[in-house]
């Protein structure tokens, strides 16, 4: 009985690693626009403010702008909206791009401002970054931001 038992465990172990050897089809595509060229451009849409730390929520409607750099998938990110005018001092973020399944994923992760983002097949956008605001000499706040719109 042992015997079968051990037997079996080999057939599947065997049948495991036969299935995990198996070659995929994925295939490396090759684009012929850098990313940050064909990902640049105005997305309108309505950003979400929260202050770190509290629940000061604001909501409005804005602009990202997404600008292709000389530099191999980087590119520099501007944004504008009228109710949230601490959006217009904000220097523009540098974030690398990059193509994935048919859209684009984008990100910064210095330690002054994080931005995560994804733009869709449909030319929808999502994305999400932080940044310190200086509110006075002695204070500076630090926002989230959430963003999503289209082009």
Same mark, same amino acid.
């Given at each position: 009985m042992r015997q079968y038992i051990y037997i079996l465990i080999a057939v599947f172990v065997g049948c495991c690693a036969v299935t995990a050897c198996s070659s995929d089809s994925d295939e490396n595509s090759v684009y012929s626009t850098p990313a940050q060229q064909a990902a640049q451009g105005i997305y309108s849409g309505r950003f979400i403010? %929260?202050?770190? @730390? =509290? %629940?000061? =929520?604001?909501?409005? +409607?804005? =602009?990202? &702008? $997404? &600008?292709?750099?000389? =530099? $191999?998938?980087?590119?520099?990110?501007?944004?504008?909206? +009228?109710?949230?005018?601490e959006l217009e001092?904000?220097?523009?973020?540098?974030?690398? %791009?990059?193509?994935?399944?048919?859209?684009?994923?984008?990100? #910064?992760?210095?330690?002054? #401002?994080?931005?995560? @983002?994804?733009?869709?097949?449909?030319?929808?956008?999502?994305?999400?970054?932080?940044?310190?605001?200086?509110?006075s000499a002695r204070r500076t706040v630090r926002y989230n931001y959430e963003f999503k719109g289209s082009k």
């Open positions: 403010r %929260v202050q770190n @730390g =509290t %629940v000061d =929520t604001l909501i409005a +409607e804005g =602009t990202l &702008t $997404l &600008t292709a750099t000389d =530099t $191999l998938n980087r590119a520099r990110f501007t944004f504008s909206s +009228e109710a949230m005018a001092t904000i220097a523009a973020i540098a974030a690398n %791009v990059s193509y994935a399944n048919d859209g684009f994923i984008f990100y #910064n992760t210095s330690s002054d #401002n994080t931005m995560t @983002g994804r733009i869709y097949t449909d030319h929808s956008i999502t994305a999400r970054f932080s940044k310190a605001i200086r509110i």
